[in-house]
């Protein structure tokens, strides 16, 4: 009777026997197999800092220049962040005491502007663990909602569950205003996803060591926790503080004092009022000043105008129209956009006031029904004009768009 080479069970006690050329396997040990063969890879997959190439800032930059329209200065702040972070990593231990201390960063800027994009665009070429994080599920630990320590949790992953290799990583902290405080003064109720939460992150910012659950929070009680030094784990926090530009305005004005401060404010550029943010606004907007002092490196990204969302449209290696162009091409479908076309549909982003996204979703609305389609045509050929643009952009569609 045929039976198992590894384990002996016959062919009736399991439920898949597998037969070889001098023997066979069952389900039961290809399970085993497989496992161990995972096991062995995971601890052969890690991260050798001591091969990694060491790009400069003008390299960082010229490669998010490739994917990212205009926002010099973010670009330049995170360009020596990521080349300082790197530099930290490789150091060689001297007598000179001398240590150097990481420098977490703060984004400030308008929805759409490129904030995510950024932080996505450099971990396409890091050789350390990189995760993206969103700030809006964390709570304080013991209510519903994810536990601070799920930041570690996903760089974890990211890094195959290497400890040394995580404590040497990147974490991106998306839409970090949603868990600013909701008034100005200190709460007689606990504001357990807003200041609650910002207490909960300041020994992560700053460098603790912090028991980790490898699969989670509360849903795996029975778990091992993995302790995680943060210390050398650069933070880059990032979001769009809608409102933000009132507490600066406001500052602004405070200071206006006699004739010469006055004709002074008249040289404010009011269309930006982002570039002129500072730890105060943060604080008045409702971070507390302990996670504000973690985050020493503060920088804002420019509201986009009519040429940048041009150049957004075409230019970057990754544009709205060049992923229209390839889901095209896949159907043997060859799409083309008049230029009269691409100005139209900037002049509609402008309108709507939604950055980038703008752009997006207008697209969409123009190319559904295209999408839907011309897969079951025979053309071959298809081109978009201003006029066909106007005619899928009703005022129906049009309301829905402003209302998003």
């Not at 409102?243 to 600066?248: D, N, S, T, V």
């Amino acid at each position: 009777m045929d039976k198992c080479s590894f384990c002996g069970r016959e062919k009736s006690d399991v439920d898949l026997l597998i037969a070889g050329m001098e023997g066979h396997i069952c389900d039961r040990c290809i399970e085993q197999a497989y496992t161990i063969v995972e096991e062995e890879f995971k601890q052969k997959n890690t991260f050798d800092m001591s091969g990694v190439t060491l790009h400069k800032p003008v390299e960082i930059k010229a490669f998010l220049d490739q994917y990212v329209i205009g926002q010099e200065q973010a670009k330049k702040i995170l360009s020596v962040a990521v080349y300082n972070h790197y530099k930290r990593l490789n150091q060689k231990v001297t007598d000179d005491d001398t240590e150097i201390e990481k420098s977490n960063i703060i984004m400030v800027g308008e929805t759409g502007t490129g904030k995510t994009l950024l932080a996505k665009t450099i971990a396409k070429m890091l050789h350390v663990p990189f995760t993206i994080v969103d700030a809006t599920v964390l709570t304080e630990a013991g209510y519903v909602g994810e536990d601070i320590e799920s930041l570690l949790t996903r760089l974890l992953q990211a890094a195959d569950y290497n400890v040394e290799a995580a404590e040497r990583g990147i974490v991106m902290i998306d839409e970090l205003d949603k868990i600013a405080r909701k008034g100005d003064n200190p709460s007689i109720t606990r504001d357990v996803s807003g200041e609650g939460v910002q207490q909960g992150m300041l020994k992560l910012l700053e460098g603790s060591v912090v028991n980790v659950p490898p699969q989670g929070g509360r849903k795996h009680p029975e778990q091992k926790m993995i302790p995680v030094n943060t210390k050398n784990i650069l933070f880059i926090c990032a979001g769009a503080f809608d409102g933000i530009e009132r507490k600066i305005a406001q500052r602004l004005n405070t200071k206006v004092i006699g004739y010469g401060a006055a004709k002074d404010a008249e040289q404010i550029d009011r269309d930006n009022m982002l570039q002129y943010v500072s730890p105060q606004d943060l604080k008045s907007f409702g971070l507390i000043p302990e996670i504000i002092g973690r985050l020493p490196v503060l920088t804002h990204l420019d509201p986009l105008d009519r040429t940048a969302l041009r150049q957004i449209l075409t230019e970057p290696k990754n544009s709205i129209i060049n992923q229209y162009i390839k889901l095209f091409d896949l159907d043997d479908i060859e799409l083309t956009f008049k230029e009269d076309a691409l100005e139209f549909i900037v002049d509609k982003a402008v309108e709507f006031k939604l950055g980038a996204r703008g752009l997006r979703s207008i697209c969409e609305n123009i190319m559904t029904d295209a999408m839907f389609e011309m897969p079951s045509n025979d053309a071959s050929k298809m081109v978009i004009t201003k006029d066909y643009i106007e005619n899928k952009l009703d005022s129906r569609s049009a309301q829905r768009l402003k209302a998003s």
